[in-house]
């Protein structure tokens, strides 16, 4: 498989609770044998009303933030200046799904000229269930139990995709994070058809599915995706990229052998396949 991650690159300089600086964390891609990467920053939040709580006890605000995600641009468009004809560096952000989104994140590609997005849902009717497991379980239990909830997470990254249309999808199933049976959750009829819904929208859309490999450094068996879904969108011919969703130069490359046997297992297409014209030029 060729050496490219498509989500990553987060850095402790310009995101909260990640480690190290951008510089190191893309030499430590280049040291890794890496020959296209895409730096996938945090989006910044549009008000202050979407701070993380760990950006609001910092005293961030939204301007603040706003400011060091141009920062953030400036210098990946600098690395990427530096690296050129060793290392391939795209430079986009990792979006964020709540209300408001849709416009924001247009206005912030255009705004910096970003190379691509990964579109990602870390929120649930307006409620983030990437935070806590306590905030998770709470969340589950006003939708009426994880069924539920995994629907309308699948509901969310629908209207994600038509809205942003995201060259990648982040985690795809990273609402399963805090459910052990999530084999069983997910193949519930009304899930499942969502599951499925959503990846025949990747399909004809030419989007690219993130194999998400933080899940395993976060104990998880599998990574983002599980098997089933990667089984699916083998069967739909959704293009598929390895993204370590660093946040730190340790995780740089995490996981990549495990991504490369699951995706040679079911003769999956990479990105350069996909539709999208940024994509196409991964290398190139
Ligand atoms: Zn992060
Ligand atoms: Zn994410």
């Known amino acids: 498989m060729r050496k490219i991650s498509l989500h990553g690159g987060h850095s402790g300089q310009y995101c909260d609770h990640a480690r190290d600086t951008l510089a190191q964390i893309v030499a430590a891609y280049h040291d890794a044998g890496f020959e296209c990467i895409g730096l996938t920053e945090h989006m910044p939040p549009f008000d ?70 990964v579109g990602s849902v ?3 009717g307006g409620e983030c269930v990437d935070f806590s497991k306590q905030d998770y379980e709470r969340i589950a239990t006003r939708y009426g ?32 994070m805090h459910d052990p049976n999530y084999l069983q959750t997910l193949t519930q009829a009304d899930v499942w058809e969502r599951v499925l819904r959503n990846l025949d929208w990747m399909a004809k859309a030419g989007a690219v599915l993130d194999v998400n490999a933080r899940a395993l450094l976060k ?11 990667l089984d699916a969108a083998a069967k739909l011919g959704v293009g598929v990229a390895y993204g370590d969703d660093a946040h730190g130069v340790t995780d740089v490359g995490c996981g990549f052998a495990r991504v490369e046997e699951l995706l040679a297992q079911r003769r999956m297409k990479g990105p350069e396949t996909s539709s999208s014209q940024v994509l196409r030029q991964i290398g190139g």
């Open 48 to 117: 202050d009303a979407w701070l993380y709580p760990d950006e609001a006890g910092l005293g961030r605000t939204a301007k603040w933030m706003q400011a060091r995600f141009a920062n953030y641009v400036a210098e990946a468009r600098a690395l990427q200046h530096a690296y050129r004809g060793r290392m391939g560096i795209l430079v986009g952000m990792e979006s964020e799904w709540y209300p408001g989104c849709g416009p924001w994140v247009a206005s912030l590609r255009e705004t910096h000229g970003l190379d691509y997005v």
């Open 122 to 124: 870390h929120h649930v």
């Open 145 to 176: 139990g994880l069924a539920p909830l995994y629907a309308a997470y699948f509901d969310a990254q629908l209207e994600m995709m038509q809205a942003i249309k995201p060259e990648v999808v982040g985690h795809f199933d990273l609402i399963r």
């Open 219 to 229: 104990g998880q068996a599998q990574p983002y995706v599980c098997a089933p879904i």
